[in-house]
């Protein structure tokens, strides 16, 4: 066992995520041009109140010690307590976690939560590491960490390639190092716990729900019946399948999938719960599920489809594709997928794009429900929070459809400029201190 992983490190593929902080700062002063948005104020959204860079040291199974550097981005607080992902990937550095946290800044906003924004994560591939190393990884970042996170102060969540056993490690580390009168009351320093440990009943399918909630929200208001109509979807983590469930059970049908081994098609439907159950007993792949046509990376976006389903990583939708694209509407399950060329080539051909700020805001909406229901020492059930990410998501896509209709600009300047015109009024009435 030796050194089996050090010969795999090299061969890890590194995706760059290029130009994600150019992407969403075009986007955003592209709002905030929209806007007029205060130069004062321009200025402060603009940059990070803080970037947090810690290297650690971690014992493998072998015996060995690795370093391992993690991240923390904290873009702004003016409504609230930072709130934002931990992902465990390969592509993870300050650039991206900079931009993803000033997507939560607008994300947060614009769901009407008490929240900033923020991002980070570990540069690592975790496909590496066995689960006790993975553990050992997670707690020791937590330590590193510890005073920059807190119940009050920056409260993070499951992004790529963490989940709620991640979160419950944290929230183990994080409560362990404070006094035993405080632990308990420490317990909502992370959200997205696994239920028996202070989780919220139905986060786990939260950020899928919302997709799906969004996609049913604009077919409603266009007078779209779900049933029949195709759909692909790239990933098929938690996020992936959970709007595809959903989607099914309205009668639409899923006709293609890429995962980051390659991608399938079948025109005539995919079932959800076979497809997933596959992917769950293939070590997290749909790479040769019966029945279907393999589709090279390149293509899969071209499959012939009514709604496309980016919930993978950045930058997917680009020039290089968009033109490619058949679907009618593409609802951004992940952060960033589409920069602003591929963006600009999409609403060219008069294709709609349910904005990620809005599309995937169900997952951090669960959150503070999860958040709430820690402070508050209550449990709610699943059809209680199902229905309150519900209205919640319901208000935040009519005020964007009607801004979006009312001002002639598409779905994500609407999103950007409510989301900023929110921020704004706080330093407005607040002031800036001393």
Same mark, same amino acid.
């Given at each position: 066992m030796g050194n089996s992983k050090k010969d795999l490190k090299p061969k890890v593929k590194k995706v760059p995520l290029k130009g994600m902080m150019d992407n969403v700062m075009e986007q955003f002063n592209s709002a905030a041009n929209h806007i007029n948005?205060?130069?004062?104020?321009?200025?402060?959204?603009?940059?990070?109140?803080?970037?947090?860079?810690?290297?650690?040291?971690?014992?493998?199974?072998?015996?060995?010690?690795?370093?391992? +550097?993690? *991240?923390?981005?904290?873009?702004?607080?003016?409504?609230?307590?930072?709130?934002? %992902?931990?992902?465990?990937?390969a592509t993870v550095d300050l650039d991206a976690a900079r931009a993803l946290a000033m997507w939560m800044t607008w994300k947060t906003s614009l769901a009407g939560l008490p929240y900033g924004g923020a991002k980070g994560g570990i540069k690592i591939d975790p496909a590496l590491y066995s689960e006790s190393e993975l553990e050992r990884i997670t707690r020791r970042f937590t330590y590193a960490l510890a005073d920059n996170i807190g119940p009050e102060h920056d409260i993070p969540a499951p992004d790529v390639?963490?989940?709620?056993?991640?979160?419950?490690?944290?929230? =183990?580390?994080?409560?362990?190092?404070?006094?035993?009168?405080?632990?308990?009351?420490?317990?909502?320093?992370?959200?997205?716990?696994? =239920?028996?440990?202070?989780?919220?009943? %139905?986060?786990?399918?939260?950020?899928?729900?919302?997709?799906?909630l969004t996609i049913k929200f604009w077919a409603d208001n266009n007078d779209m019946d779900l049933n029949g109509k195709k759909f692909i979807v790239q990933g098929f983590g938690n996020v992936g399948y959970w709007a595809s469930h959903f989607l099914e059970k309205d009668g639409a049908k899923l006709v293609g999938v890429q995962d980051a081994q390659g991608g399938i098609e079948n025109q005539d439907g995919l079932n959800v719960e076979a497809l997933f159950k596959y992917n769950h007993e293939n070590k997290g792949t749909i790479i040769n599920y019966p029945d279907c046509s393999p589709v090279e990376k390149s293509e899969f976006f071209a499959i012939d489809c009514d709604i496309c389903i980016p919930a993978a990583l950045g930058n997917q939708i680009t020039k290089k594709n968009a033109s490619k694209i058949?679907?009618?509407?593409?609802?951004?399950?992940?952060?960033?997928? +589409?920069?602003?060329?591929?963006?600009?080539?999409?609403?060219?051909?008069?294709?709609?794009?349910?904005?990620?700020?809005?599309?995937?805001?169900? %997952?951090?909406?669960?959150?503070? *429900?999860?958040?709430?229901?820690?402070?508050?020492?209550?449990?709610?059930?699943?059809e209680e929070v199902l229905d309150k990410l519900r209205k919640k998501l319901k208000v935040s896509f009519d005020k964007v459809h009607d801004y979006s209709e009312s001002e002639g600009v598409d779905m994500r300047t609407a999103a950007f400029c409510i989301a900023i015109k929110r921020i704004e009024k706080a330093y407005i009435q607040r002031g800036i201190f001393p």
């Amino acid at each position: 066992m030796g050194n089996s992983k050090k010969d795999l490190k090299p061969k890890v593929k590194k995706v760059p995520l290029k130009g994600m902080m150019d992407n969403v700062m075009e986007q955003f002063n592209s709002a905030a041009n929209h806007i007029n948005l205060h130069p004062n104020i321009r200025k402060i959204l603009s940059i990070t109140n803080n970037e947090i860079l810690v290297n650690f040291p971690v014992k493998m199974d072998n015996g060995d010690v690795e370093v391992f +550097t993690g *991240y923390r981005v904290q873009h702004n607080g003016a409504l609230g307590p930072y709130k934002g %992902g931990l992902r465990y990937h390969a592509t993870v550095d300050l650039d991206a976690a900079r931009a993803l946290a000033m997507w939560m800044t607008w994300k947060t906003s614009l769901a009407g939560l008490p929240y900033g924004g923020a991002k980070g994560g570990i540069k690592i591939d975790p496909a590496l590491y066995s689960e006790s190393e993975l553990e050992r990884i997670t707690r020791r970042f937590t330590y590193a960490l510890a005073d920059n996170i807190g119940p009050e102060h920056d409260i993070p969540a499951p992004d790529v390639n963490t989940n709620s056993q991640t979160m419950a490690w944290i929230a =183990d580390t994080y409560m362990s190092s404070r006094p035993p009168a405080q632990r308990s009351a420490n317990q909502h320093v992370v959200t997205g716990k696994p =239920d028996g440990s202070g989780g919220l009943e %139905g986060r786990d399918r939260a950020t899928g729900f919302g997709v799906y909630l969004t996609i049913k929200f604009w077919a409603d208001n266009n007078d779209m019946d779900l049933n029949g109509k195709k759909f692909i979807v790239q990933g098929f983590g938690n996020v992936g399948y959970w709007a595809s469930h959903f989607l099914e059970k309205d009668g639409a049908k899923l006709v293609g999938v890429q995962d980051a081994q390659g991608g399938i098609e079948n025109q005539d439907g995919l079932n959800v719960e076979a497809l997933f159950k596959y992917n769950h007993e293939n070590k997290g792949t749909i790479i040769n599920y019966p029945d279907c046509s393999p589709v090279e990376k390149s293509e899969f976006f071209a499959i012939d489809c009514d709604i496309c389903i980016p919930a993978a990583l950045g930058n997917q939708i680009t020039k290089k594709n968009a033109s490619k694209i058949k679907a009618k509407l593409i609802a951004e399950g992940a952060n960033g997928p +589409t920069n602003v060329e591929g963006e600009n080539i999409l609403l060219e051909r008069g294709i709609v794009i349910i904005p990620d700020i809005l599309c995937n805001s169900g %997952g951090v909406i669960g959150s503070y *429900y999860e958040w709430l229901q820690n402070r508050s020492g209550e449990i709610w059930h699943l059809e209680e929070v199902l229905d309150k990410l519900r209205k919640k998501l319901k208000v935040s896509f009519d005020k964007v459809h009607d801004y979006s209709e009312s001002e002639g600009v598409d779905m994500r300047t609407a999103a950007f400029c409510i989301a900023i015109k929110r921020i704004e009024k706080a330093y407005i009435q607040r002031g800036i201190f001393p």
